[in-house]
């Protein structure tokens, strides 16, 4: 088993930065896609970005369109942890973020949170216009 713990959420302003962690216990995850899916209030839970496993210490990443070019996703195989930078935040980023991981989702199944076996509790990120 996998458990995951999210970080980092809170309250910022427009334009401001947070950084979000998800640590991971229980296994070693270096072989496993990890993905930040993000849920507002009164909708449905949304991919962000994900980091899949493409062989030896290779990753690759891919992110939504409305996450492009202010947020990024890395992780470090020895600390089994994963973060999400995330820049130029604006009030319709508020949402629950949470990490999930699972070792066979792919290039082809990032996106679908149902694919994604083992999941954090979320973090609350709020950002005030």
């Known amino acids: 088993q996998v458990q995951l713990l999210e970080s980092g959420g809170g309250l910022v302003q427009d334009g401001g930065s947070l950084r979000l962690s998800c640590a991971a216990s229980?296994?070693?995850?270096?072989?496993?896609?990890m993905g930040w899916f993000r849920q507002a209030s009164g909708k449905e839970r949304e991919f962000v970005a994900a980091?899949?496993?493409?062989?030896?210490?290779?990753?690759?990443?891919y992110y939504a369109n409305s996450v492009r070019g202010r947020f990024t996703i890395s992780r470090d195989a020895a600390k089994n942890t994963a973060w999400l930078q995330m820049n130029s935040l604006k009030p319709e980023d508020t949402a629950v973020y949470s990490c999930?991981?699972?070792?066979?989702?792919?290039?082809?199944?990032?996106?679908?949170?149902?694919?994604?076996?083992?999941w954090g509790q979320g973090t609350q990120v709020t950002v005030s216009s």
């Open positions: 229980g296994r070693t995850v270096s072989r496993y896609a």
């Open positions: 999930a991981a699972d070792p066979a989702v792919s290039s082809d199944t990032f996106r679908s949170p149902a694919r994604y076996k083992y």
């Open positions: 980091l899949t496993w493409t062989g030896g210490s290779t990753y690759y990443a």
